[in-house]
T-cell receptor
Framework: EPEVTQTPSHQVTQMGQEVILRCVPISNHLYFYWYRQILGQKVEFLVSFYNNEISEKSEIFDDQFSVERPDGSNFTLKIRSTKLEDSAMYFC??????????????FGPGTRLTVL | AQKVTQAQTEISVVEKEDVTLDCVYETRDTTYYLFWYKQPPSGELVFLIRRNSFDEQNEISGRYSWNFQKSTSSFNFTITASQVVDSAVYFCALTNTGGFKTIFGAGTRLFVKA
């Protein structure tokens, strides 16, 4: 069964460094998402992406964050200058269409980001 | 504004007990979608069910059942005859019209003891 994959599974970085989290959505999916989950807390929406542009973003997704679909298969989240509070699990998700929002988002296994 | 409330932070039951996880939502959209996800200790998010706002039929899948009531803006989840493997955090979520944003509740941590 097709699945969303994410790399790396765990990323450790120093405060102020740039990180890129990578996702490979399911191949026929058109809508892509990033979420984050600070340890022990709820899953928070960051951004949705369709047709090579951001569809919607949350207040968390500030100028330090950017997303890109550099080729036909990858979907990346970049954090320009990491802060301690960026430490979290980051989940990528994708779905086939948003026809009346009926399709389900399928989540990747997550990347745990630790900022020291 | 949209909001999902899961008032139960933690629930502990003994194996074979039935347990209901509550979810109350708020939205101004007339069309919306509700979900339940399971997050086991390994951390991944496992899709359990989707319910559309225009379909109030309850659903049963094995030991799992869901009760959707628009009148009370609730979408509750019941596990019958719970098992140790059901131990996880369960999230209720709401997707808006257009499907570009999903809001999650705070989650309910379920402990099932043998």
């Amino acid at each position: 069964e097709p699945e969303v994959t994410q790399t790396p599974s765990h990323q450790v970085t120093q405060m102020g460094q740039e990180v890129i989290l990578r996702c490979v959505p399911i191949s026929n999916h058109l809508y892509f998402y990033w979420y984050r989950q600070i340890l022990g807390q709820k899953v928070e929406f960051l951004v949705s992406f369709y047709n090579n542009e951001i569809s919607e973003k949350s207040e968390i997704f500030d100028d330090q964050f950017s997303v890109e679909r550099p080729d036909g298969s990858n979907f990346t989240l970049k954090i320009r200058s990491t802060k301690l509070e960026d430490s979290a699990m980051y989940f990528c998700a994708s779905k086939t269409s948003t026809l009346q929002g009926t399709d389900t988002q399928y989540f990747g296994p997550g990347t745990r980001l630790t900022v020291l | 504004a949209q909001k999902v409330t899961q008032a139960q932070t933690e629930i502990s039951v003994v194996e074979k007990e039935d347990v209901t996880l509550d979810c109350v939502y708020e939205t101004r959209d007339t069309t919306y979608y509700l979900f339940w996800y399971k997050q086991p200790p390994s951390g991944e998010l496992v899709f359990l069910i989707r319910r559309n706002s225009f379909d109030e039929q309850n659903e049963i899948s094995g030991r799992y059942s869901w009760n959707f009531q628009k009148s009370t803006s609730s979408f509750n989840f019941t596990i019958t005859a719970s098992q140790v493997v059901d131990s996880a955090v369960y999230f209720c979520a709401l997707t808006n019209t257009g499907g570009f944003k999903t809001i999650f509740g705070a989650g309910t941590r379920l402990f099932v003891k043998a």
